[in-house]
């Protein structure tokens, strides 16, 4: 009875540890690389009302979640651009319906280095830039010259499968005109702003709440308009032209424990998570 009793403890915990596990719902929660830290601190601040329920969330891009919704493998996915028709219609040929929640909203922040001399741009200067149609491939064709730069500009995106790059590629370089050639597209939003601050030659762009007091964000005018800074203010109202709405889509209209933590996101305490994160919430909402 000596050598039993210990091995009826250990299974006996190995069991309770068994149940534990299978009573608690994992949501799986994929996508925007610009979403990804505050639906990581949405996860962690759910989990610590409801223990019942864990959400897992990882990155990889708009378009890794949104084909993950595709492919019915996740409840969530995030993204900072809308899904295409082609997407849509792939989804419900293979059964799923996704339906789009707009949880917040960003300003897509045109970033350079902190030593360069430029304060505003427009639209078109940097389509001029960023464009295959631009022509504009120095910093004195802008009419500066940048401390510690050889005057080729460095020009920084994403990388393809990023909503950010897509948003961009719609909102700046408009139909019919793709990204030059030469780009140096990095993974995720935080690899733009570390190689913007270290580079002096270089401009990038990622959302809002990426921006450090190591480089400078540009005000930007469309169409012969006053520049607006991006804020929180200016992405909320709309008036800053490169502001985005944030998107979770679900596999049809939540149900279950996936309407339980989508009301609790679009809640006050929700909503000022993404506040504090550095996004514009989706309405007016009282903060501790």
Known sequence: ?????????VASMLAAIVTTAEARTVLQNKGSDTLVNVAQAWAE??????????????GGGSGTGIAAMINGTVDIANASRKMKDKEKKMAKDRGQNPVEHIVGYDALAVFIHKDNPITSMSIEQLADIYGRKGKVK???????KVPGCDDKIVVVSRQNNSGT????????????NKFRQGTLDMHGSKDVVDLVEKTPCAIGYSGLAYATDHLKMVCVSSGGADCVVPSVETAGDGSYPVARPLMMYTNGQPQGDIKTYMDWIMSDEGQCIILNKGYAPVRAVKCN
């Not at 120095?138 to 500066?144: C, I, L």
């Not at 790059?165 to 019919?176: D, E, H, N, Q, S």
């Open 138 to 144: 120095s910093w004195s064709e802008m009419g500066v």
């Open 45 to 58: 601040e759910y989990q610590k009302i409801n223990k019942d329920i864990a959400i897992a969330v990882s």
């Open 1 to 9: 009875m000596k050598v039993r009793k210990p091995m009826i403890f």
């Open 165 to 176: 790059y897509a948003y961009f590629k719609k909102a700046v370089l408009g139909k019919g």
